[in-house]
């Protein structure tokens, strides 16, 4: 499977945007999607997931409320809406998958950045 994350950039705090994910390859039997993030000089952590067709969701605290995962079915794609940003938002956002039996994400896109300025 080959992943390709896009939609970051630059954004004001308070504003929007939407990653996108493109999976592309062997996509049969992908359990969960999810989306992670790196700030600088700090660990990769979960950000959100989406499990089987949507019947499980799950956000990190910190953004509960402010992102929604959603996926598109038919084309292999899923998104990270972010809304009402916080500086502490800006880091390198990176979309994983994970496949049945595994209890980690194994499988990883290029990241892409997003920055928000106060």
């Known amino acids: 499977v080959q992943l390709q994350a896009s939609g970051g950039g630059l954004v004001q705090a308070g504003g929007s945007l939407r990653l996108s994910c493109a999976a592309s390859?062997?996509?049969?039997?992908?359990?969960?999607r999810g989306w992670f993030r790196q700030a600088p000089g700090k660990e990769r952590e979960f950000v959100a997931e989406i499990i089987s067709r949507g019947a499980v969701i799950s956000y990190a605290e910190s953004v509960k409320g402010r992102f929604t995962i959603s996926r598109d079915n038919a084309k292999n794609t899923w998104f990270l809406q972010m809304s009402s940003l916080k500086p502490e938002d800006t880091a390198v956002y990176y979309c994983?998958?994970?496949?049945?039996?595994?209890?980690?994400?194994?499988?990883w896109g290029r990241g892409t950045l997003v920055t928000v300025s106060s």
């Open positions: 994983a998958v994970r496949f049945p039996g595994v209890s980690d994400y194994r499988t």
């Open positions: 390859g062997r996509t049969v039997g992908i359990y969960a």
